[in-house]
């Protein structure tokens, strides 16, 4: 993609190319047309999932990417069902943080039935740390990002804060939808497993109950590990 090798504001990242769209996908896209740079990076080419080749994936995530209106997607190329928070990964993600220098970093939530999003979650944590250790790999430059945000995926609890979306959601179902082999006929196996017949709803569902919880037709949820500093809660809640 156009773009690529370029500094940004905001990285999200997840264990399979569509997670970012699932869970955070409208809120990139705001971001993005706010004039913010967004970069998202796929840890595995989803090369364990019964549909669709790697190819595929690819194509369709590079295609989603365009559509949210991010500047590059990259892939590390981790082996899908197999992600490890071992020393090297955990390197790898921190060099993408210390090239790119994103100000707000996006992980998937840390509790989640799928094992690669616990371990994507773990590891880009424990990643976001290690990045700002200056005797880590000293020749390139240390450089932490001020916060992660966490996004959900297959399980919601408690959140930190809910982004009003509604504007950008057809942006995010375009995204969603642009991942044929996954959400296209026959696709989603792992949530028709789980009794849901209709994914793209089930995720719109979720979404809309989001944005109720704050008054707005869509919303996306994140978690904060960080106090949230707010300048003058009048601003929000003053009438
Ligand atoms: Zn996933």
Sequence with gaps: MAGKGEKVDIIAFGAHPDDVEIGAGAFLAKEAALGYKVGIVDLTRGEMGSRGTPDIRAGEADRAAQILGAVWRLNLEMPDGNISVERESVMKVARVLREYRPSIVLAPYWDDRHPDHVKTSQLITEAHFKAGLQKLEPELEAFRPNVILY????????????VDVSDYYRQKQEAVSAHHSQFGPGGLKPLAALGVKAPLQFIESRDRFQGAQIGTAYGEAFLVKNAIPIDDPMKIWGS
Excluded at 151 to 162: A, D, G, W
């Design 151 to 162: 996004y959900f995926l297959n399980r919601m609890e408690k959140y930190s804060f809910i």
